[in-house]
């Protein structure tokens, strides 16, 4: 895992640029901490920061290959699955290999397949290689964007990166945001409508996408999709693929030349992922899997049952450790570090995020790497299967809306009045909603229940999904730390895509089918469990600080976050503890504390980045 940044351009030489190429990479240490590299040709210059994860002394980056008929040149983020596979069909076909690393297989892919290597891979990847055959520049993204990439083009140059802050440190590109990223920020956010960025110009190379740039300008094209057809196995036939794509993907992911754990929560997807994980280590003669989880000082004291948090971890966490004879490690967060790490999450993601929902996973990683480089998580599992509340609820199948962010006129409000009367972002929400439904294919032959599903499942897939993945993969590099996502193999994602909501929905529980399958390998009271989503803090003192951190903030009437928002009700929202947001700012845990929080994030945000707002 690592970060890369680049640019190139085909009207001008790009060789005397190397102060940029540096300064972009080194805004991007915390992603590769350990090793850095660079290669500057002509027309192009590459810079790459490395987290050796693979092949110590093979996967050095950018990785060069030199052929008699063209040198190709890559810098890679990611991990690549089936390399075990792909480099038997090189080898069949002339390639010799120096190393394992999938860097390497990776690029020798594409010298063999061209644009077509898209097609080939699973894995979680962003890449950029230099072509110098072609004389043009192949830039590719994963089937869920996993990894991310961004890109800008500014005066015949396209410039891209891993992260945002290092695209800023090419010179003359700014930090603007207009309506759109007024919309996107605040009526869609902390999602983001896919391909584009909070920032006026600067775009994200879509999930399932490749994109060309060369002397004629740049080409996207997207190389998949999850396309609609038929379900025709039985329903032991569904349970007996579901079982072995699982067990496959975690196995294909377990690979790693560092110390590899897995986070486990005692809740049913993360205790799939450690049964296999487990079992893996034990057959392959390797120590006892090291497993890690995250909880909050008092806790367990101050835990309120609700309908989307029903029970603590702990005591499942225990059961699966005994269960599975795991070396098991506690990580307990205290609540000023939730809130004093609220800035460096928002760094991370170089936006306001989900607030402590962010900070905490950036904490439990910054501890977690202490011992660990990789870890696999039960993330993306929800979406897949549908498992969350709005897949059941009526109110949320029939808001006409993103059912995680239905609080569209509390949104509208706390956007200052001068800018609310210019921006209308339940008309943009709307317009992006419909937009995104159009892509999604219902077949004839779905049940009225199945077809209802594809729709909430789609929307799910490709935006609250990618929110989390967002969150995983920048709180996670952040600390030099390797986070992967089983459930999100892309075939697996295929297959149950087609699945009857009949069948995924099993018994009528939420993951169903995947409770089902579970029962002949976990315990009955994991896979009975009901849903409970990624703990947070419910300390009261939580609630206090960053209650006090954004009073000290608005008793500055001259605070950046005045010219934005609504100033009066961020003061009824303090005055309530946040009740006066009546209902979540986004998802299921977003609630008062997290929405003081997120305000404070606004406003280090606007300190620290200074974005110019035109209107």
């Known amino acids: 895992m690592c970060g890369f940044v680049g640019f190139s351009n085909f ?3 790009v060789t005397s640029d190397k102060s940029v190429i540096e300064k972009m990479n080194q805004s991007l240490s915390k992603r590769g901490p350990d090793e850095d590299g660079y290669y500057i040709n002509e027309h192009v210059s590459l810079g790459h920061k490395r987290l050796i994860v693979i092949d110590p002394k093979g996967g050095k980056q950018p990785m060069v290959e030199k052929y008699s008929y063209g040198e190709f040149v890559i810098c890679y983020n990611g991990q690549i699955y089936n390399t075990k596979e792909l480099r038997k069909e090189l080898e069949e076909n002339g390639f010799t290999f120096e190393g394992h690393c999938d860097t390497e297989i990776l690029l020798k892919s594409y010298i063999h397949y061209g644009n077509d290597v898209v097609h080939h891979l699973n894995g979680i990847f962003s890449f950029a290689i230099w072509n110098n055959k072609k004389q043009e520049l192949f830039l590719a993204r994963d089937h869920f964007g996993v990894k991310p990439l961004f890109y800008t083009i500014k005066n015949n140059t396209i410039v891209f990166s891993s992260e945002l802050k290092a ?10 945001m207009d309506e759109q990223g007024i919309c ?3 009526g869609i956010g902390p999602a983001h409508t896919p391909g584009t960025t909070i920032f006026k110009n600067i775009f ?3 999930p399932a996408h490749f994109a060309i740039f060369n002397s004629s300008g740049l080409h996207l094209e997207r190389y998949w999709k999850l396309t609609s057809k038929k379900h025709t196995d039985s329903f032991a036939q569904t349970c007996e693929k579901l079982k072995f794509l699982l067990e496959d993907s975690i196995t294909r992911q377990l690979v790693s030349d560092v110390p590899l754990c897995t986070f486990l929560s005692g809740g049913l997807d993360s205790s799939i992922i450690t049964k296999f994980a487990a079992d ?21 004291k101050n835990f309120v049952k609700s309908d989307f948090q029903p029970n603590s971890d702990n005591y499942y966490i225990d059961l699966m450790n005994k269960n599975l004879h795991t070396n098991h490690h506690k990580i307990v967060i205290d609540t000023p570090e939730l809130a004093s790490y609220l800035e460096d999450a928002m760094i991370a993601r170089d936006m306001p995020g989900m607030a402590d929902i962010d900070s905490s996973l950036l904490l439990f990683c910054k501890n977690v790497k202490d011992e660990m480089t990789v870890s696999l998580t039960g993330e993306c599992a929800d979406e897949i299967f549908g498992g969350y509340p709005w897949f ?3 109110d949320s199948l029939t808001s006409n809306t993103f059912p995680w962010s239905i609080a569209l006129s509390e949104r509208q409000d706390l956007l200052n009045p001068s800018i609310g009367k210019k921006v209308n972002l339940k008309e943009y929400v709307d317009f992006r909603y419909q937009e995104s439904l159009a892509e999604m294919e219902i077949l004839e032959s779905d049940s009225k229940e199945t077809a209802e599903k594809r729709k909430i499942s789609h929307l799910t897939l490709n935006w609250f ?3 989390l993945l967002d969150r995983s993969d920048r709180m996670a590099m952040y600390n ?3 986070i992967r996502v089983p459930f999100c193999d892309y075939r697996l994602a295929e297959y149950v895509w087609n699945i009857p909501w009949e069948i995924k929905a099993f018994g009528g529980r939420e993951k169903g089918l995947l409770r089902y399958v579970a029962r002949d390998f976990l315990p009955a009271e994991i896979v009975d469990r009901k849903k409970s989503p990624y703990p947070k803090t419910h300390n009261p003192t939580y609630l206090a600080k960053v209650k006090g951190m954004l009073t000290d903030i608005m008793k500055d009437k001259n605070a950046p976050i005045n010219n934005l928002l609504n100033r009066d009700f961020i003061l009824d929202i303090l005055n309530t503890d946040g009740k006066a947001f009546s209902r979540p700012w986004f998802g299921q845990l977003m609630t008062g504390p997290q929405l003081m929080a997120y305000l404070c994030q606004v406003n280090m945000w606007l300190e620290k980045y200074q974005p110019k707002i035109e209107l």
């Open 11 to 13: 009207k001008k030489k």
């Open 167 to 176: 695209i800023f440190k090419y010179p003359g590109i700014t930090k603007e």
């Open 184 to 186: 996107e920020m605040f």
């Open 204 to 206: 994200e190379i879509k």
């Open 280 to 300: 893996y280590c034990k057959k392959q003669g390797l120590p006892p899997l090291d497993t890690y989880s995250i909880d909050y000082v008092d806790n367990d």
């Open 392 to 394: 059941f609820r009526v």
């Open 465 to 467: 999904m990618q929110t």
């Open 480 to 482: 030099g730390f390797e």
